[in-house]
């Protein structure tokens, strides 16, 4: 590692422990040649994942767009942010268990829109009308008639 005073790259390990809620280790290092401590941080890295759009063009998976939509569609309803970044924890962790480098939008889509089904009906109509980008009335009226035939969902959440 390379000593932030002196730039010599001997150093040596004082003291190493968890750092930054158990994502990192952090290590108190020496230099040396100038004796000089510095902290050094080392974290996992994490496996880029492409998400493929509808048009084919591929972007860097970006959780806070889809927090942002989700937020969206929960409006006014009784769903907390944490519910909320709870889910997109637990999506972000199925891409990277996935093992897939890239993920078509699609599939990031019904996975949020099952997960509203299941929460709330209201944001999950709101979520599907932009996603599934309905033209018209007749759309919302047939994804209702839909939910009504599956039965209810629960409601709303926490």
Same mark, same amino acid.
């Given at each position: 590692?390379?000593?932030?005073? @002196?730039? =010599? ?15 990192? +280790? #952090?290590? #108190?290092?020496?230099? %040396?040649?100038?004796?000089?401590? $510095?902290?050094?941080? =080392?974290?996992? &890295? ?12 591929? &972007? ?9 939509? +989700?937020?969206?569609? @929960?409006?006014?309803?009784? +769903?907390?942010? /944490?519910? +909320?970044?709870? $889910?997109?924890? &637990? %999506? ?7 093992? &897939? ?17 299941? %929460?709330? /009906? ?9 996603? #599934?980008? $309905?033209?018209?009335?007749?759309? $919302?009226?047939?994804? %209702? ?11 709303? /959440?926490?």
């Amino acid at each position: 590692m390379k000593c932030p005073y @002196c730039g =010599e790259q001997e150093d040596k390990v004082i003291d190493s422990r968890p750092g930054k809620g158990g994502e990192a +280790i #952090r290590r #108190r290092r020496e230099c %040396l040649s100038c004796g000089r401590r $510095f902290t050094t941080y =080392e974290v996992v &890295e994490k496996p880029e994942i492409m998400v493929v759009k509808k048009d084919g063009r591929r &972007e860097a998976w970006n959780p806070e767009k889809v927090r942002q939509g +989700i937020i969206r569609a @929960c409006e006014k309803r009784n +769903i907390s942010i /944490a519910v +909320i970044d709870a $889910f997109i924890e &637990e %999506l972000m962790q199925n891409l990277l268990e996935s093992g &897939e480098k890239e993920i078509p939008s699609r599939s990031i889509g019904w996975q949020v829109m099952d997960w509203l089904r299941e %929460l709330d /009906a209201v944001a999950y109509v709101r979520f599907a009308s932009v996603y #599934r980008e $309905f033209k018209d009335v007749n759309d $919302f009226v047939d994804e %209702l008639k839909m939910m009504q035939q599956k039965g209810p969902s629960s409601g709303s /959440a926490p």
